[in-house]
């Protein structure tokens, strides 16, 4: 058993002896005082330079990529044929609602790449991956629900629309736009 002295709790060190993440950088960066990385510069320009953020890059510079990349080498299901369960279809790109949500599952895993948050990507996974998943792949009433191993599917019709009357225009826009 171990003992803990709860007697002497406001004698217990707080201070951590870890570095800080300022403190790790300064550590491992050169002095500005050194000649180690002259340049003919001005020092104001120099210092712009180095004091404003560097934008990432995306990693995938589309869907299709991020999809070939990233989405089916990762994402697994199994998945059925036409009996109720999780339904795809290789040629996601014939579906638009499928396009639509997978470049938007991209354009947000590609910004929680690049958060500075710890818990970016477990977000992404939580809040947008899993409720996108659940509709993609819904077997009974998804887009691709329907699929068919010869191809003969493209996908539900687009919904009926009538068109919407000039004096309700206004006051769908007024109220919430």
Same mark, same amino acid.
């Given at each position: 058993?171990?003992?803990?002295?709860?007697? /002497?709790?406001?004698? %217990? /060190?707080?201070?951590?002896?870890?570095?800080?993440?300022?403190?790790?950088?300064?550590?491992?960066?050169?002095?500005?005082?050194?000649?180690?990385?002259?340049?003919? &510069?001005? /020092?104001?320009?120099? &210092?712009?330079?180095?004091?404003?953020?560097?934008?990432?890059?995306?990693?995938?510079?589309?869907?299709? &990529?991020?999809?070939?990349?990233?989405?089916?080498?990762?994402?697994?299901?199994?998945?059925?044929? =036409?009996?109720?369960?999780?339904? %795809?279809?290789?040629? %996601?790109? !014939?579906?638009?609602?499928?396009?639509?949500?997978?470049?938007?599952?991209?354009?947000? #895993?590609?910004? !929680?790449?690049?958060?500075?948050?710890?818990? !970016?990507?477990?977000?992404?996974?939580?809040?947008?991956?899993?409720?996108?998943?659940?509709?993609?792949?819904?077997?009974?009433?998804?887009?691709?629900?329907?699929?068919? *191993?010869?191809?003969?599917?493209?996908? #539900?019709? *687009?919904?009926? !629309?009538?068109?919407?009357?000039?004096?309700?225009?206004?006051?769908?826009? =007024?109220?919430?736009?």
């Amino acid at each position: 058993m171990v003992e803990v002295n709860t007697a /002497a709790s406001d004698e %217990w /060190a707080t201070s951590n002896e870890a570095p800080d993440g300022d403190e790790y950088e300064d550590e491992y960066e050169p002095d500005e005082d050194t000649d180690e990385d002259e340049t003919d &510069e001005p /020092a104001d320009e120099y &210092e712009d330079e180095t004091d404003s953020p560097q934008k990432k890059e995306p990693k995938f510079a589309n869907v299709i &990529e991020w999809v070939n990349g990233f989405f089916l080498p990762v994402i697994r299901r199994r998945i059925s044929d =036409n009996d109720g369960g999780l339904s %795809w279809d290789p040629r %996601w790109w !014939a579906y638009p609602e499928v396009v639509a949500r997978l470049t938007a599952l991209h354009q947000a #895993w590609e910004e !929680a790449r690049v958060s500075d948050s710890m818990s !970016a990507m477990s977000s992404w996974w939580i809040q947008h991956l899993e409720p996108h998943l659940r509709v993609i792949l819904d077997g009974d009433t998804g887009p691709m629900a329907n699929a068919k *191993a010869d191809r003969s599917f493209m996908g #539900w019709p *687009a919904m009926p !629309a009538d068109p919407v009357p000039s004096n309700v225009i206004e006051n769908i826009l =007024n109220y919430y736009g």
